[in-house]
């Protein structure tokens, strides 16, 4: 559902102004447009609206880079650190400061206003706090969990909880926020205009729920298959019901200031030569006849490309041969106006990764079901989410290169899906492609960058941010680039 930042804006400011108004409104000594208690409804869209413009920003291009999908360009430096594999701790500060400070706060503030009396915002909260929590530990280890939030409490340097324990917490934050929703008071609100992400459906909130679940046991899998396996087998037997077409948890945009898909005003900010086409992603597309390539890529507007599709070898950009005087940023693909025009959505979930978790899991004998339909299910998914056909989708998965390989290996199956899931993310959710990069090592054919200053290994894991190094005390001592994550064991 198509809903408007504006919109609802406008829409909390009334809000506001009717509560401070409804009684008193002569009263000199308080301002009508600033009260001093604020209701849930009043603080969704500004959590939903922040989570989605950080992961659709800072995120959403580092992720670009390190899943292959764009490299720096000739003509730019924006980005040199990402290809070079040399950021710092103060290199992605923003994003962790902004997603502590401000989402995971307001969430935890709807949480505290609507304890028992509106049970829905409660449910919400917990779900999309879930997510965020999940976003940080999965980039940067060990993070804040437990005593996270508690500032009022007097916690000001909170401890960091291990990646195991805060997965063990992630699913019973999940549970509390579908007891949430289901659970009924009379007084009970319902959220409508300003739950950005599914106009106050619950029915599909429940369904996000339970993906990020499968999210969070999948993500396991090498590192606890048991615990992976009696999770999703639990979900099954408890007949939860997952996201599916049409059904993607997505935040829209809209060509209007302020209302702009974050990437956008990022690229029209630092300059859209910046971020080309990497061949590693580009090449599978045109490789594989992918219709998707005009979707995800730009033509090259000049040069002997102009018209079709002209990328760069992954960190080539800045090398002799890219950097002459004749080159220019239009010689090359960038980013589509659909994945990174103004009005492109920021996905949290899509109903394509919903397919291919279900079909992995059934794979690996976790779930019962057709793995090979729901492969193909994802893939068109992917297919129609973008504006594309059905039967071009029929048409791509034909080919034997593409198609589920039935007599295959479970390693060939599990590789088929993974691939397929890295390039349906390409350009809208990158950051959890190199997460399913770094879980399963698909695809198999990503190459260290020409520029890498880490020796011939990739990057994986992101630094703890220098605020929280100067800050907190109890922050565990700084990464090494290359350190992994708990659950990358591969």
Excluded at 172 to 186: E, F, K, M, Q, V
Excluded at 254 to 274: E, R
Excluded at 286 to 311: E, I, L, M, Q, W
Aim: proline letters at 6%; aromatic letters at 12%; glycine letters at 8%.
């Amino acid at each position: 559902m198509k809903l408007s930042i504006i919109k609802s804006i406008v829409l909390g400011s009334c809000l506001m102004a009717f509560v401070s108004c409804e009684k008193n409104y002569l009263d000199v000594n308080k301002d009508p447009n600033h009260p001093h208690v604020l209701v849930p409804k009043q603080i969704l869209p500004a959590a939903i609206g922040h989570t989605a413009y950080v992961m659709g920003n800072e995120y959403q291009v580092i992720g670009g880079y390190w899943a292959q999908y764009w490299t720096q360009g000739p003509t730019g430096n924006q980005y040199n650190v990402y290809d070079q594999y040399l950021i710092s701790n103060t290199t992605l500060d923003r994003p962790w400061s902004d997603l502590y400070s401000s989402p995971l706060t307001d969430f935890q503030d709807i949480i505290r206003l609507s304890s028992g009396t509106n049970s829905k915002y409660e449910g919400i909260s917990c779900i999309m706090q879930a997510y965020i929590y999940q976003v940080l530990t999965d980039l940067h280890g060990s993070v804040p969990f437990s005593e996270a939030l508690k500032a009022e409490s007097g916690v000001y340097a909170p401890h960091y909880d291990s990646q195991q324990s805060i997965y063990d917490g992630l699913i019973p934050l999940l549970d509390r926020g579908i007891a949430a929703i289901n659970s009924y008071a009379g007084d009970d609100i319902y959220p409508q205009e300003d739950d950005f992400i599914y106009g106050g459906d619950m029915d599909l909130w429940i369904r996000f729920a339970n993906t990020l679940k499968l999210r969070i046991y999948m993500r396991q899998s090498e590192i606890r298959p048991n615990v992976a396996q009696a999770g999703i087998q639990a979900m099954v037997a408890n007949g939860d019901q997952f996201i599916s077409d049409g059904e993607d948890a997505a935040m829209l945009f809209y060509d209007a200031n302020f209302n702009q898909n974050p990437l956008y005003m990022q690229i029209v900010s630092l300059g859209s030569f910046n971020i080309l086409a990497s061949n590693t992603a580009l090449n599978f597309l045109r490789n594989n006849n992918d219709p998707r390539v005009d979707v995800f890529y730009r033509h090259a507007t000049s040069g002997d490309s102009a018209g079709t599709h002209n990328g760069i070898n992954q960190g080539e950009g800045k090398l002799p041969g890219y950097g002459g005087q004749d080159v220019v940023s239009g010689w090359f693909s960038k980013p589509s106006f659909t994945v990174a025009g103004p009005e492109s959505p920021v996905i949290f979930l899509s109903a394509a990764e919903s397919y291919f978790l279900q079909s992995e899991a059934v794979i690996r004998g976790w779930m019962p079901g057709d793995a090979k339909a729901l492969y193909e299910s994802g893939v068109t998914a992917s297919f129609t989410y973008w504006g594309l056909d059905p039967a071009e989708a029929a048409t791509y998965i034909a080919q034997p290169a593409i198609a589920f390989p039935d007599a295959g290996t479970q390693a060939d199956k599990i590789k088929s899906v993974i691939t397929q899931k890295w390039i349906s993310m390409c350009g809208s959710e990158c950051a959890e492609a190199w997460n399913e990069w770094r879980r399963t090592g698909y695809p198999d054919f990503f190459v260290v960058s020409a520029t890498s200053q880490i020796g011939n290994n990739f990057p994986s894991i992101i630094f703890y941010p220098n605020s929280e190094q100067t800050l907190n005390p109890n922050t565990p001592p700084q990464h090494v680039i290359t350190d992994k994550v708990w659950w990358d064991v591969n």
